[in-house]
C-alpha cells in the first residue's frame, strides 16, 4: 500500500517527519505545509537533496494552522495529518483533520491541551478517523515504552521516564543546548508533574525533587528533576494497575538551579511591573537570548532516554529497563532531537494509516499495540537496548 500524509509546520520537526514518512512510511503524497510558504519550500529542497527520486511526491503548501479552512485544504486527500506545529494550535487542527475525515497525531506537549483533545473522541469515531496526541519524544515514545514494560508484567508496579536533549559538550552558562521551540521549553518547566504516588494522582511542582542519574561515558553523570507534560495521560490511564508513576528531565549538573533563579528573576514572565510604574518584558527579551546565544551551531546534540518499570512475573520481582542514546546525525543533518522526537511519530502516523488503531480520540498507551511498535521501531533507525531480569532494588 502506500499512503498519503500532510504534516503542519515546515520547521526542524516537519522535515525530520517528511524524511521519515518518505523512507519508512510507504508515502505516495506529503504535503509539507506552513504558514511561511517559503520555509515549506525550502525544506522540500532539503527534502528533494536527501531523496532525489522523491521530488515528484513532495508537496509544499501555505497554511495558517489557526485557520479551520487553510488546514482543511492542506490535508484535503491526506490519509494522516501530523501537527509539527505548536502546541497551542493542536485542538484547532484536531478539529479541522476530524472534518477532513484524516487521522490525526501530533508532537505534544501540553496536558490540557491534550484533554481538550481527548474530548472530541465522539467526533473522530463517528468520522472513522483515529486520533491520537503526544506521539513525539516525551510524551511519546517514553510513555510507549512504559506502556510496554506494564503489559509485561503484574501489580504492584512502578515506572520511571527519564529523558533529556543535551549538548555533546559541556558548553555555556547553562550546559545545555537549545533543542527545541522556547515556549515548549519553558511550558515544560512551568507548573507541575502530574504522577502516580501509592496508587493516587498526584502533581509535583516543577524544577523540584531533584536526583542523580548515571549514563555511560561520555555522557556520565547528570541530574533529574521533575518537569510538566512528560507523563501526558499515563496517570489516569493506569491508574488501579500501576502504583508509581514518573517522570523527570535530564540536564547536565547545575543547570536547574540557573533555571530556578531565573524563574524567581522573573526572566520567563510575560510582562512585570517595576517600583517606578513602568513595564518590562523579560520573557521577549529571554527568549532572544536563548535563540541566540544557546543555538550552539557548533555543538551537536544527544538524546537520552531510559524507561524502567518494576513488577513481578510469576511471583518474582522483575525490572524490565528500556535505554535509548542517540546523536546528531552528520549523513542527514538531522539532530538527535528532532530524530527521536519525528521518527517515533511518523512511525504512529504509519500505524493509523494502516488501520491498526481504532476510531476515536484515545491516548496512545492505551491503543497503540506496543509490541509491535517497538519491534518495528529500528527499521525508523531508532535504536531502544531493553534489559529483562530480576529486580534486586
Given at each position: ?205 516543577t524544577l523540584t525533587e ?83 546565544r544557546l543555538a550552539l ?97
Amino acid at each position: 500500500m502506500r499512503y498519503r500524509y500532510c504534516v503542519i509546520g515546515a520547521g526542524r520537526q516537519g522535515v525530520a517527519l517528511a524524511h521519515d514518512l518518505l523512507l519508512n512510511c510507504e508515502a505516495s503524497r506529503v504535503v509539507l505545509a506552513d504558514a511561511d510558504e517559503t520555509a515549506a519550500r525550502r525544506s522540500v529542497l532539503r527534502l528533494v537533496a536527501l531523496h532525489p527520486s522523491r521530488g515528484g511526491d513532495l508537496v509544499p503548501m501555505r497554511c495558517d494552522a489557526a485557520d479551520a479552512a487553510s488546514v482543511q485544504r492542506a490535508a484535503a486527500d491526506a490519509q494522516v495529518v501530523i501537527s509539527a506545529a505548536p502546541y497551542r494550535f493542536n485542538e484547532g487542527l484536531t478539529r479541522a483533520a476530524i472534518a477532513a475525515r484524516a487521522h490525526f497525531c501530533d508532537l505534544g506537549g501540553n496536558t490540557s491541551v491534550v484533554r481538550a483533545q481527548l474530548s472530541l473522541h465522539e467526533s473522530a469515531r463517528a468520522a472513522g478517523v483515529s486520533v491520537l496526541p503526544d506521539c513525539g519524544l516525551a510524551p511519546g515514545l517514553g510513555n510507549i515504552l512504559a506502556a510496554d514494560g506494564v503489559s509485561r508484567l503484574e501489580p504492584p508496579i512502578g515506572v520511571q521516564v527519564r529523558c533529556g536533549g543535551l549538548p555533546q559538550r559541556r558548553e555555556g552558562p547553562l550546559a545545555y543546548k537549545l533543542v527545541f521551540n522556547f515556549d515548549g521549553l519553558v511550558n515544560e518547566y512551568s507548573g507541575f508533574g502530574e504522577f502516580l504516588r501509592d496508587g493516587a494522582p498526584i502533581s509535583i511542582p516543577t524544577l523540584t525533587e531533584l536526583e542523580a542519574i548515571e549514563f555511560p561515558e561520555p555522557i556520565g553523570r547528570c541530574e533529574a528533576a521533575v518537569t510538566s507534560g512528560g507523563t501526558s495521560t499515563c496517570a489516569e490511564s493506569f491508574a488501579g494497575r500501576v502504583q508509581n508513576f514518573d517522570y523527570k528531565t535530564v540536564r547536565y549538573p547545575g543547570h536547574f538551579a540557573v533555571i530556578r533563579a531565573m524563574f524567581g528573576l522573573g526572566l520567563f514572565d510575560e510582562s512585570v511591573r517595576t517600583s517606578d510604574g513602568g513595564e518590562l518584558r523579560p520573557r521577549a527579551l529571554t527568549r532572544r537570548l536563548f535563540e541566540e546565544r544557546l543555538a550552539l551551531p557548533e555543538v551537536r546534540d544527544l538524546v537520552v532516554l531510559r524507561v524502567t518499570v518494576r513488577g513481578r512475573s510469576g511471583g518474582i520481582a522483575r525490572r524490565v529497563t528500556y535505554d535509548l542514546h542517540d546523536l546528531h546525525d552528520e549523513r542527514t543533518g538531522f539532530t538527535a532531537m528532532e530524530r527521536t522526537t519525528a521518527f517515533p511519530t511518523a512511525l504512529v502516523a504509519y500505524f493509523q494509516a494502516r488501520g491498526m488503531i481504532p476510531a476515536g480520540a484515545r491516548p496512545l498507551e492505551q491503543v497503540l499495540p506496543t509490541a509491535a511498535y517497538v519491534k518495528e521501531l529500528g527499521g525508523h533507525d531508532i535504536r531502544v537496548s531493553e534489559r529483562d531480569g530480576p529486580d534486586g532494588a
